[in-house]
């Protein structure tokens, strides 16, 4: 599927600041480092910015939104801040709106009810699709970074990667393509009133990332497929809160239930490009020295 033409950056865009919320994490810092490069003023929306920027603390809110005219939005999980946040956009003069979402918003059973995250990106996706600015919303699967730099990093490190995902398998997304993907949405014209579902080009099992990660880097790392109860006996046992380990088993349930194994178009419509294969992801995060000893 061929892109189609966008309209480039404007001088205007260059005056006034694009505020990137949650702009130190694993998307975010990808959104202001791929901004920066186009020549694009960022503010970063952190607790420790300049201003700081505080989802908990709605007195920071409108410091960072001055002169802003387009934000990023990463959600607060396990909050129903976006609404007001984006309320608070609609009443400072911002323009233009793109949020991350996740897969599995609009598919029944894909979270559990009690899923903090999900009733997040849904009150937030209802929030954005009802404001009166112009909005995208980006909705990735499984971030390929979460074996380098999240959810599942220790694991990797211990070499044994402990999860209730049984054989499923999963499209694992570049955090850089949905990165990619957002500054698009920020930059350019031609995005707005899009949903982006974003994945990978191809699923894969938790075994066979382990055993991608394995030869990039020459140590061993093993999937040890487990039974959702056991693995909450486990993570409750090593110290973790009840809740917190139902979450996690949750969160990881529709890769086992086959839901995650789809792959997904956005990224080809929204940049004329194929998203960045796993093993590829891999190599580079190696080379980088992701997966330190």
């Given at each position: ?6 309209t480039?950056l404007?001088?205007r865009?260059t ?9 130190t994490g ?5 959104v202001?480092s791929?901004l ?6 960022v503010?970063?929306?952190s607790?420790?910015?300049?201003p700081p ?19 990023y ?41 009690n899923s903090?995250a ?14 009166r ?6 909705r ?5 970074q ?11 490190r211990?070499?044994e990667l ?5 054989d499923?398998?999963?499209?694992f997304?570049?955090?850089?393509d949905i ?11 031609g995005h707005?009133?899009r949903?982006?579902e974003?994945s ?6 938790l ?5 991608t990660i394995s030869?990039?880097t020459?140590?061993?790392v ?7 109860e056991?693995?909450?006996a486990e993570?409750?046992?090593?110290g973790?809160?009840?809740a917190?380990?139902e ?19 956005g990224?080809q419509?929204?940049?004329?490009r194929?998203?960045?294969d ?9 080379a980088?020295?992701g997966w330190?000893s």
């Amino acid at each position: 599927m061929a892109r189609i033409p966008r309209t480039g950056l404007t001088g205007r865009m260059t005056e006034h600041p694009i505020l990137v919320t949650g702009g130190t994490g694993k998307s975010g810092s990808r959104v202001v480092s791929q901004l920066k490069n186009k020549g694009v003023r960022v503010r970063v929306g952190s607790r420790s910015g300049e201003p700081p920027f505080d989802w908990t603390d709605r007195s920071t809110w409108d410091a960072a939104l001055e002169g802003v005219e387009r934000v990023y939005v990463i959600p607060f999980d396990g909050e129903l801040l976006t609404r007001p946040f984006v309320r608070r956009c609609e009443e400072v003069g911002v323009k233009r709106v793109v949020l991350l979402s996740g897969r599995g918003v609009d598919v029944a059973g894909y979270a559990g009810e009690n899923s903090a995250a999900g009733k997040t990106h849904i009150d937030g996706e209802d929030a954005v699709r009802t404001c009166r600015l112009e909005w995208t919303i980006v909705r990735p699967a499984w971030f390929a970074q979460n074996f380098s730099e999240g959810f599942f990093l220790d694991a990797v490190r211990s070499g044994e990667l402990r999860l209730p995902a049984g054989d499923g398998a999963a499209s694992f997304v570049d955090a850089e393509d949905i990165a990619a993907v957002a500054v698009a949405a920020l930059t350019e014209n031609g995005h707005a009133g899009r949903i982006y579902e974003l994945s990978g080009p191809r699923a894969v099992t938790l075994a066979e990332a382990a055993a991608t990660i394995s030869q990039a880097t020459g140590r061993t790392v093993r999937y040890v497929p487990m039974l959702p109860e056991d693995f909450i006996a486990e993570l409750v046992a090593e110290g973790w809160p009840q809740a917190d380990a139902e979450d996690y088993a949750d969160a990881v349930s529709p890769i086992r239930r086959g839901m995650d194994s789809h792959i997904s178009s956005g990224v080809q419509q929204a940049l004329g490009r194929p998203p960045r294969d796993f093993s590829d992801f891999v190599r580079i995060a190696a080379a980088a020295g992701g997966w330190p000893s």
